[in-house]
Structures are given as structure tokens and as C-alpha cells.
């Protein structure tokens, strides 16, 4: 609210206040013109002889009551223009740190998150933080203002009871209103946990969209999220409900205190101590009281609901980073790019351990692989070497220096990654390609594109790298994704190329045609191949085997064969007849549909 690098948001701040100071006195006029226009009417209007007779004429009066409440608005409405950009700009700064935090949150926080909740959190909060900052300086203020500035009109004009009236009846208005909010609290949180998940049951069936279809489940997704909105139609009907008996509530606080003003003022009339303006004025005052009085508890209510809206945002922020920059982090200097772990141990949880003393090297421009069974530890390796994690025991270091010791921002330079799942951004061909590096020109985009072996399809599109992709790139099929992802790491052009099960969800033919690529780009740099299929890591100067989180073999291709009875030979062999097997299959389709296969008739059951 005070930003020190912004003074242009710090004028608009005292000028508002200004604006706001001048708008409460104005209003105080307001009363006045209808008392003075009253006393005129009924000819009781004492004036000091120096004003002249057509000042005090009725209508020059009510011309008067009129141009104090336009006067009055034009200040407040000032007033909130000129906080408008101050109260945006504290949102705004608060969205972005919450923004940047997630993304410094650990890769251990975000696959437990659900992403439908954590957007509504965000959202629910951005919108909490901007009501506290209006409500707070432009509402509170100026109800304080105006409630002491009646006080001493009411104290100096009317007399001590008058006062002690005024502030009991604010005092109860403020209580009552205090009280049953907070009541109300608890009604609205649960309404926000139910909102969070039915938004969040939403977002994971849309996404998981394909999956409900193959599996028929439309009616058992829309009645998990049914079950979710019936119990936010719950919660929210009591919020309303709860509301209706705080409100009739602050209407009878005021309705008596209303009640006692006007007869202490009626009785004064009757006395001769006071004209009917004074009834009228009194009167006017306390209506126009009731203004702020409304808003004490609606501000009340606001700020209370805004931090309960933001009260998950704040737990958010709270959440330290797993993986943070050691104060004395230096950049990655890569001169070679030589890979080592040493004696490396690790575990998600301490009491399932992952990888148990592993030890290897990938000297400077070679590939090395990782192969191995399902669980073993592969994806693992690469996870450390990202630093996603820290290791619990041992070291990872790149030309000698510790992943630990570096910044996070120079050692994710330095690595290109072309991942199992590639995920798109649902945006065009072109942007997702430029997201290796976004200062890139057109040209190296569609080089990239070459290179990766995708430019003859992006061409042949209608709108060509303009083409939308969809979300995480679902418009694609999965080794077109593939080539995106390539094209991506060759724009990057990393020293250091991991290679994590890159070709393992696609068909035989296509994994050849997408190795062919592989092998363009990682030539020449320090390779990191993490494989299911064996037949993609023939090639690698080395072939590590893990079983268990420990390495049990290792050497190059022909040697781990040569090993009797050997676990690489035993996953070679299998996968070498499943491979033979998909190849007569596909065969024999082929064969099929051009009509080579005679079908024989059937045979009868007998």
C-alpha cells in the first residue's frame, strides 16, 4: 500500500486521503441544508443579519442540501479512482509472489497437489486480498471519521445524552455485528471447502476427459461432482440464511437506538428547546449514520471472508521450498560437461530407500544409459541431476562441481530434457518449439524444426507453426509430440542431454524414426539416456543396469549379452520376442487388408 520504488503510487495515497477527509466534511454540511431549508419553511430560520436575504431563501436552501450530496460524491468517487491503480498494484504484487512461489516449491509438492484446488485458492484469495485492501482503507477510515465528527456536532449542539445514545448504539451495532460474523465464518469456510472441491473434481475429470470415455464413467464423474455442489448448495444456503438473521439483527440494534434519539428530539420540540429543523437534522443525521454503520458490518464481514479466502493462500506462502539456493550458490561453469555420482543414496521416504550407493560417470561428450526393471530406481537419477531433490547421502556433481552448490537457474541451463510424457502448452506449434529459448528467431525455430525432423508436418498444416496444439498438446499424437519436444531441446542447446524413456510410449516404427532424431541431437554432447527399451541404447558407450537401486551390471551392449544368465541379457531376450511377436502381427494385418490371406470357410460345430 506504500510501495518505497513507486512515489506515484504514494501521491495517489495522500490524495486520496485528502479526498477522503473532504468528502466526511461535506457530508456534514448535508444534514445542515435540510435543517436550514426546514427552519426557512417554517419561517424559524435565525440568520446573522450580514447574510443576505436571498441566501436563506427556502429554495436557495434546497439548491444548497443538493449541492453539499453531489459535492460529496464527487469526492468520494475521487477518492476511489485515484486508489484504484494503489489497490491493484498491492493485488497484483501479492498474485505474483504467490505465483512465484509455487513455482520454487519443490517437484515433491506439486504431484501431491490437485491443480482444480490450487486455482481456485489463488483466485479466491487474489479477489480476498483486493476486498481487505478496499474495505480497509477506503471504508474503515472513513466511518471512524464520520462517527466522531457526529459525536462532537451531537455533544456541542444537543447535549451529553445525545452522544452517550449515539455511541451505545454503535457499540451494540458493532458487538452484535462482530459476533454473529464469526459465527458465520466457520458456515463460510465450509462452503469454501466444498466449492474447492467440486471445482477440483471438475478440472480432473475434464482433464482426464479421454479416460471417462473409454471407460463409460460420464454418470459416475457427474455424480461425484453432484455429491461435491450438493454439499456447497448446503453450505451456501446456510452463508444466506445466516446473513438474513445477522441483518434483521443490526436492523433492530438501530431501529431502537433510532427510536430513542427521535423521541428525545421529539420531546425537546415540544418543549420549545429545539425546531423541527433540529427534529429533521437529527434525524438525517442518524439515517445518514446508518450508512456507515451498514458498512461497519458488511466491512466486517468482507475482511473476515477475505481472510478466510486467503487463509489458504497464506498456508500456501507458507510452504517453504525443499530445494532452495544456498546463499554462497555460485553458477554452473560447464567447461566439459562430465556427469558423476558418487556413492549417491536417496529416498521420497525414509523408509522405502530408492537408491542405495550408486556410483557412475558420463565422461564429456558420451552417452551413458540407465537401464533396468520398473522401480528400480532410472527416472529417479535424472530427477537428482535436475535437482528436484536433494540426495541424502553422497554427491552428484557436473565437471566436479556439486548440484548442490550451484544455482538452480545455471544448472537447469545447462541441461536439455526430452521426457517420456512430453506435455505441450496449449498454445501454437511455434511457441512450444521457442520454449527452449524464447529470445529465438523465427529462423532458429523452424532450424529446430528441421533438425527434429517436423517441419514437412508443421508445413503442411493450414495455419503451419501458427496451429493451436490444445491442451498439454492433445491435437498431436504422441510421436509428433515427440518432435516437438526434440526441436525444443535442439533450440536449448544444452551441453547436457538427458534422454528420460523418450521413445517408450510409442510403436516400434515410430520409435525408429524418432532415435534417428535422438541421435542428431545428442552427437557431440554428454548424454543421459534413461531406457525401457534396450534396442534404444545399443549405441551407448556404456549401459548401466540397476536392480534394486543398485547398479548389477554394466558395460557396453555385446559384453552385458556375454553374461550368463545376465539380467540385461534376460530383458533383451524378452523384449526381442515381443518385438518379433508385434512384427508378425503387424505383418499379417498388412497382409490382410490387401486381400493376400484366403479366409477358409467356417467349420461346422459338429
Known amino acids: 500500500m506504500w510501495p518505497d520504488n513507486r512515489p506515484d503510487l504514494k501521491r495517489r495515497v495522500v490524495w486520496a486521503l485528502v479526498c477522503l477527509l473532504l468528502a466526511k466534511l461535506v457530508l456534514m454540511l448535508v444534514p445542515y441544508g435540510f435543517k436550514w431549508a426546514t427552519d426557512a419553511l417554517n419561517g424559524e430560520l435565525d440568520a446573522a443579519a450580514w447574510i443576505p ?20 460524491v464527487a469526492f468520494n468517487q475521487l477518492r476511489d479512482a485515484l486508489f484504484a491503480r494503489v489497490g491493484q498494484h498491492a493485488v497484483r504484487q501479492l498474485a505474483y509472489k504467490t505465483f512465484v512461489h509455487v513455482h ?3 517437484l515433491r509438492f506439486h504431484l501431491e497437489r490437485r491443480t482444480g484446488g490450487l486455482s481456485r485458492i489463488i483466485e479466491r484469495g487474489t479477489k480476498g486480498i483486493e476486498a481487505i485492501v478496499r474495505f480497509t482503507i477506503l471504508n474503515t477510515a472513513p466511518t471512524i471519521i464520520e462517527f466522531g465528527l457526529i459525536a462532537i456536532i451531537f455533544g456541542f449542539a444537543y447535549g451529553p445524552e445525545y452522544v452517550i445514545v ?9 458487538i452484535f455485528t462482530v459476533r454473529a460474523s464469526d459465527w458465520r465464518i466457520q458456515i463460510r469456510r465450509d462452503m469454501n471447502e466444498s466449492d474447492t472441491d467440486a471445482n477440483t473434481k471438475a478440472i480432473d475429470s475434464l482433464l482426464n476427459f479421454e479416460t471417462v470415455k473409454y471407460f463409460g464413467n460420464e454418470r459416475m464423474e457427474a455424480a461425484r461432482f453432484d455429491g461435491s455442489m450438493a454439499r456447497y448448495e448446503h453450505s451456501a444456503t446456510r452463508v444466506w440464511t445466516s446473513l438474513g438473521w445477522l441483518n434483521f439483527g443490526q436492523g433492530v440494534i438501530f431501529g431502537i437506538g433510532l427510536l430513542i434519539m427521535m423521541a428525545l428530539s421529539a420531546r425537546a420540540v415540544q418543549a420549545g428547546e429545539q425546531t423541527i429543523g433540529d427534529f429533521v437534522f437529527i434525524n438525517a443525521m442518524l439515517m445518514q449514520l446508518a450508512v456507515p454503520l451498514n458498512f461497519i458490518g458488511f466491512i466486517y464481514r468482507e475482511i473476515r471472508q477475505g481472510l478466510t479466502d486467503i487463509e489458504q493462500m497464506f498456508d500456501l506462502l507458507d510452504v517453504p521450498a525443499e530445494i532452495a539456493d544456498r546463499p554462497d550458490a555460485r553458477p554452473l561453469d560447464v567447461a566439459d560437461g562430465t556427469i558423476r555420482f ?19 560417470e558420463v565422461p564429456a561428450g558420451k552417452s551413458v544409459a540407465i537401464v533396468g526393471p520398473s522401480g528400480a530406481g532410472k527416472s529417479t537419477i535424472s530427477r537428482l541431476l535436475f535437482r528436484f531433490y536433494d540426495v541424502q547421502d553422497g554427491a552428484v556433481t557436473i565437471d ?5 552448490d550451484v544455482t538452480q537457474t545455471s544448472l537447469r541451463a545447462a541441461i536439455g530434457m526430452v521426457p517420456q510424457d512430453t506435455v505441450l502448452f496449449n498454445d501454437t506449434i511455434a511457441y512450444n518449439i521457442r520454449y527452449g529459448r524464447p529470445d529465438a528467431s523465427d529462423e532458429d525455430v523452424h532450424q529446430a524444426a528441421e533438425m527434429a525432423q517436423i517441419a514437412d508436418f508443421i508445413d503442411g498444416l493450414p495455419q503451419g507453426y501458427e496451429t493451436m496444439v490444445g491442451e498439454r498438446g492433445l491435437k498431436l499424437s504422441g510421436g509428433e509430440k515427440q518432435r516437438v519436444a526434440i526441436a525444443r531441446t535442439i533450440l536449448k542447446a544444452p551441453p547436457i542431454l538427458i534422454l528420460d524413456e523418450a521413445t517408450s510410449a510409442l510403436d516400434t516404427a515410430t520409435e525408429q524414426e524418432i532415435q534417428a532424431s535422438l541421435d542428431l541431437v545428442s552427437r557431440g554432447r554428454t548424454t543421459l539416456v534413461i531406457a525401457h527399451r534396450l534396442s534404444t541404447v545399443i549405441g551407448a558407450d556404456e549401459i548401466i543396469v540397476l536392480r534394486d537401486g543398485q547398479i548389477a551390471e554394466r558395460g557396453k551392449h555385446a ?5 550368463p544368465d545376465g539380467l540385461y541379457a534376460q530383458m533383451w531376450t524378452r523384449q526381442s520376442e515381443a518385438i518379433e511377436a508385434e512384427t508378425r502381427w503387424r505383418k499379417a494385418r498388412e497382409e490382410d487388408e490387401m486381400g493376400i490371406i484366403v479366409r477358409r470357410p467356417p467349420v461346422s460345430p459338429t
Open 53 to 72: 436575504a436571498v441566501l436563506i431563501a427556502p429554495i436557495m436552501l434546497v439548491v444548497a442540501y443538493n449541492v453539499f450530496r453531489i459535492v460529496n
Open 559 to 563: 559384453d552385458l549379452l556375454a553374461i
Open 400 to 404: 566436479g562441481q556439486d548440484v548442490r
Open 166 to 174: 449515539t455511541g451505545a448504539t454503535v457499540a451494540a451495532y458493532a
Open 104 to 106: 520454487d516449491l519443490s
Open 342 to 360: 558418487d556413492d549417491v543414496r536417496f529416498a521420497y521416504d525414509p523408509e522405502r530407500p530408492i537408491l542405495k550407493g550408486i556410483s557412475f
